[in-house]
């Protein structure tokens, strides 16, 4: 393949907001390209905003108005002088109609092409696709079931427990286990409600349910050149109501063994679908180390900074170089895992009150620093968190010689982490890496399900902490005497989130 076109990017619309937004213009810059954002009414101001070199209004506040909007992100581009748009992840950038829209305006989407989004953004496609494979697929149908009695005959072949999927899905909607014949009529049903209403695609497969799963993925990287590489897996067992939560890499029990296997089997379901560009290939793997291909993602994930740190490879600079039809920079031979990258993701949220969301203003807010450490943020000290979008503070990420000392620096940051007016899933996070099954390594996906409960973080509030302490000096100093309004006193110390979220 030689006749691939170079073309030139000299400025890019980054289709996001955030920390990926962020992420993204970094290394843009690095690369000599100019950044254009966008914002909605509830990003004014936002750190996104001021990084880029320009930046361009694109509606009211909900995503539906302004981020989601096709036009108004074509506009930005084509009302700037853009060439490329890199959309991030979530909004557009698995949507294959706009990925078509981007190509027809003669523009560039950093990504894969839109029959590569379309294959994999339905479930039953892309086992379609990876049939002339031998990739191995959890056992089940690998078309749509319509028939009940067909699918009743299917099921008990496969045999119970089984697992209903939305071939559309994602995030666990449309899925229903069953264990028994007798349930399987009124589970399909609800299935196929929920995928209808969801995706507006009712179509439903069966695959034998894997009961003590461990999600393990393979990024992998290919250009228009017809080379394509995986940078090693990624753990993201880790996760609570189909949320992730901490992701790791490299996987504490693949053997070099598997990891060759897993790897390969990914490239083939990249093959399967010409893919171009950062895509991740999804698997399960079940207590004997056996693995299943589920599906593949086609963007840049939130979790994509452990690979970089563990391969040293920088990924949105690779998305860039092969969206202008550059080859990729290094071949396989190129990579080696390096050490250990853990990453948490830090939320506003309660994890005292069942993960709602904590939204209000960073009162104070101190990243950690140091050795190891890399936070991808999209806040700063005095700012609110917006209602209307994912309410995720900032990625923590740290890298260590091996596992041990990853966690290590990790339990460190989340102490040098200072935030105040929000609740946040730090000590939930420190809980999780402090236990033992984290730290064995030996885990699956029903980690939070089974070890966490919210008195594991008695003891861990930060702000009571803090109160205490001004109390303290207080009382040292010979103020007045703390009487009965401190409560009131207490009120104010805290920011009144607690109250504010009860209203
Ligand atoms: C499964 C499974 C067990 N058996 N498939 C959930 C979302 C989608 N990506 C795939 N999912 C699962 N598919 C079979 N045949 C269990 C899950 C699953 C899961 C997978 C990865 C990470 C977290 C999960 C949480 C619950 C269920």
């Given at each position: 393949?030689?006749?691939?076109?170079?073309?030139?990017?000299?400025?890019?619309?980054?289709?996001?907001?955030?920390?990926?937004?962020?992420?993204?213009?970094?290394?843009?810059?690095?690369?000599?390209?100019?950044?254009?954002?966008?914002?909605?009414?509830?990003?004014?101001?936002?750190?996104?905003?001021?990084?880029?070199?320009?930046?361009?209004?694109?509606?009211?506040?909900?995503?539906?108005?302004?981020?989601?909007?096709?036009?108004?992100?074509?506009?930005?581009?084509?009302?700037?002088?853009?060439?490329?748009?890199?959309?991030?992840?979530?909004?557009?950038?698995?949507?294959?109609?706009?990925?078509?829209?981007?190509?027809?305006?003669?523009?560039?989407?950093?990504?894969?092409?839109?029959?590569?989004?379309?294959?994999?953004?339905?479930?039953?496609?892309?086992?379609?696709?990876?049939?002339?494979?031998?990739?191995?697929?959890?056992?089940?149908?690998?078309?749509?079931?319509?028939?009940?009695?067909?699918?009743?005959?299917?099921?008990?072949?496969?045999?119970?427990?089984?697992?209903?999927?939305?071939?559309?899905?994602?995030?666990?909607?449309?899925?229903?286990?069953?264990?028994?014949?007798?349930?399987?009529?009124?589970?399909?049903?609800?299935?196929?409600?929920?995928?209808?209403?969801?995706?507006?695609?009712?179509?439903?497969?069966?695959?034998?349910?894997?009961?003590?799963?461990?999600?393990?993925?393979?990024?992998?990287?290919?250009?228009?050149?017809?080379?394509?590489?995986?940078?090693?897996?990624?753990?993201?067992?880790?996760?609570?109501?189909?949320?992730?939560?901490?992701?790791?890499?490299?996987?504490?029990?693949?053997?070099?063994?598997?990891?060759?296997?897993?790897?390969?089997?990914?490239?083939?379901?990249?093959?399967?679908?010409?893919?171009?560009?950062?895509?991740?290939?999804?698997?399960?793997?079940?207590?004997?180390?056996?693995?299943?291909?589920?599906?593949?993602?086609?963007?840049?994930?939130?979790?994509?900074?452990?690979?970089?740190?563990?391969?040293?490879?920088?990924?949105?600079?690779?998305?860039?170089?092969?969206?202008?039809?550059?080859?990729?920079?290094?071949?396989?031979?190129?990579?080696?895992?390096?050490?250990?990258?853990?990453?948490?993701?830090?939320?506003?949220?309660?994890?005292?009150?069942?993960?709602?969301?904590?939204?209000?203003?960073?009162?104070?807010?101190?990243?950690?620093?140091?050795?190891?450490?890399?936070?991808?943020?999209?806040?700063?000290?005095?700012?609110?968190?917006?209602?209307?979008?994912?309410?995720?503070?900032?990625?923590?990420?740290?890298?260590?010689?091996?596992?041990?000392?990853?966690?290590?620096?990790?339990?460190?940051?989340?102490?040098?982490?200072?935030?105040?007016?929000?609740?946040?899933?730090?000590?939930?996070?420190?809980?999780?890496?402090?236990?033992?099954?984290?730290?064995s390594g030996n885990f699956d996906t029903h980690f939070v399900q089974t070890y966490f409960t919210p008195?594991?973080?008695?003891?861990?509030?930060?702000?009571?902490?803090?109160?205490?302490?001004?109390?303290?000096?207080?009382?040292?100093?010979?103020?007045?005497?703390?009487?009965?309004?401190?409560?009131?006193?207490?009120?104010?110390?805290r920011s009144g989130w607690r109250a504010n979220r009860l209203k």
């Open positions: 393949m030689s006749g691939v076109q170079k073309k030139v990017i000299t400025k890019i619309v980054v289709a996001n907001r955030g920390e990926i937004a962020l992420r993204v213009m970094r290394s843009a810059r690095e690369m000599g390209i100019q950044t254009v954002a966008v914002y909605s009414e509830a990003d004014r101001g936002s750190p996104h905003v001021k990084y880029a070199d320009e930046a361009v209004y694109i509606g009211p506040a909900p995503s539906s108005q302004s981020y989601l909007v096709f036009d108004k992100i074509l506009n930005a581009a084509t009302s700037t002088g853009a060439q490329a748009i890199h959309p991030g992840y979530g909004f557009l950038s698995e949507n294959a109609a706009f990925a078509r829209k981007v190509r027809e305006a003669g523009l560039i989407l950093i990504g894969p092409s839109p029959e590569s989004m379309e294959i994999m953004g339905s479930k039953l496609a892309a086992k379609d696709a990876v049939k002339k494979y031998n990739i191995p697929l959890v056992p089940g149908t690998d078309y749509a079931i319509t028939d009940i009695h067909k699918a009743k005959q299917v099921a008990a072949d496969v045999g119970f427990p089984i697992l209903i999927k939305a071939s559309a899905g994602g995030g666990g909607k449309g899925m229903r286990i069953v264990n028994e014949a007798a349930h399987f009529e009124e589970m399909m049903k609800m299935a196929v409600n929920e995928a209808t209403s969801a995706f507006g695609d009712g179509s439903v497969f069966i695959e034998r349910y894997v009961g003590s799963p461990r999600h393990i993925e393979v990024q992998v990287m290919g250009d228009q050149h017809g080379n394509i590489v995986h940078l090693f897996e990624r753990e993201c067992s880790v996760q609570r109501r189909h949320q992730k939560v901490i992701e790791e890499a490299p996987s504490a029990v693949l053997t070099d063994k598997l990891r060759d296997e897993m790897g390969r089997c990914a490239l083939q379901v990249a093959k399967a679908c010409n893919y171009v560009g950062a895509g991740t290939v999804e698997f399960l793997m079940d207590e004997k180390l056996n693995f299943y291909f589920l599906e593949m993602n086609t963007r840049l994930q939130v979790e994509h900074p452990v690979t970089e740190c563990i391969t040293g490879i920088d990924l949105v600079k690779e998305q860039i170089r092969v969206a202008m039809g550059e080859k990729l920079s290094f071949t396989q031979d190129d990579l080696h895992i390096n050490g250990h990258a853990v990453e948490i993701r830090v939320y506003a949220e309660d994890p005292a009150n069942n993960f709602l969301p904590d939204i209000g203003k960073l009162i104070s807010y101190q990243p950690p620093k140091g050795p190891g450490v890399r936070v991808d943020d999209g806040f700063e000290e005095g700012m609110s968190i917006p209602i209307y979008y994912d309410p995720m503070i900032a990625k923590l990420v740290t890298h260590g010689k091996n596992r041990t000392e990853a966690i290590e620096r990790m339990l460190r940051a989340i102490d040098e982490y200072k935030i105040t007016g929000v609740a946040t899933t730090l000590g939930f996070c420190r809980f999780v890496l402090k236990h033992q099954a984290f730290v008195e594991n973080l008695q003891g861990e509030d930060e702000t009571e902490e803090a109160i205490a302490a001004i109390i303290a000096t207080r009382m040292l100093k010979g103020e007045k005497k703390i009487s009965e309004d401190s409560h009131e006193n207490h009120g104010d110390l």
